[in-house]
């Protein structure tokens, strides 16, 4: 019996075409490996698989290749922390949400990378880090006026919530993100027990006294 020719079927590769996203992925790595200031837009074509062209069609400069990076960051930060979360269970729940959330990212080796890029490129696109601020900003803002709702009804004492707010951040920061920034691990210590020491800190200091009074 005579075998049959079996065809070969060719699968086409899914075109990336104009797609954004293959031009903001490319974007992504370029800038992170290389700074935003050393990559220049006949590269980023070249590496997102597009036409000079169709890369002009979709931004107008890399500026607005970052700017889309911005909004996509923003939005998983939505994500992560998602509007009337404040209102959710006992001060020691909440600031436990948030301070995973914040843990969360910093296991995120593109924000992290993302982070050092304007680190190191702000100091030439000044324009970079007040792009960058204008995207976190608000997450810090939402803390504070957190802390300072607690304040007005007297389960805290903040006296300066924004203060109070860096403070929360900091002591989390500095457990994994700066030892990251300067290329270092984190401490030797479970995210678990960092999470819970800090909350007891800060509590033991922002909680205000119940009167002898007050039912237990």
């Known amino acids: ?16 075409g104009g ?16 700074g935003f200031g050393s990559v220049s837009m006949d590269e980023l074509a070249e590496a997102a698989g597009v036409a000079r062209r ?19 960051l923003s939005r998983q930060l939505e994500d992560a922390f998602p509007p009337g979360i404040e209102t959710e269970g006992e001060v020691e729940d909440v600031l436990r949400v ?6 969360k990212l910093h ?15 702000s100091r030439q696109f000044p324009w970079i880090a007040e792009e960058f601020a204008a995207v976190m900003d608000p997450q810090t803002e939402r803390l504070t006026r957190y802390l300072a709702h607690l304040t007005s009804l007297g389960i805290l004492d903040c006296r300066n919530p924004l203060l109070a707010a860096h403070q929360f951040m900091g002591a989390l920061n500095e457990f994994s993100l700066w030892p990251w920034m300067m290329g270092r691990e984190s401490l030797p210590v479970p995210a678990e027990d960092v999470v819970e020491e800090t909350i007891r800190m800060f509590l033991q200091h922002y909680r205000r006294p119940r009167s002898k009074g007050a039912r237990s």
Do not use: C
Not at 1 to 16: C, F, H, L, Q, T
Not at 20 to 30: H, K, P, S
Not at 54 to 72: D, G, P, V
């Open 1 to 16: 019996m005579k075998a049959r020719k079996i065809s070969k079927v060719v699968v086409p590769k899914p075109g990336r």
């Open 19 to 34: 797609s954004r996203d293959a031009i903001v992925e490319a974007a992504e790595r370029l800038f992170l490996e290389r």
């Open 54 to 72: 169709t890369l002009y069609n979709q931004f107008a400069s890399k500026e607005e290749i970052f700017r889309e990076m911005l909004l996509r």
């Open 98 to 103: 948030i301070a995973g959330v914040i843990l």
């Open 107 to 121: 296991k995120n080796r593109e924000y992290l990378g993302f982070l050092r890029m304007v680190v190191a490129d």
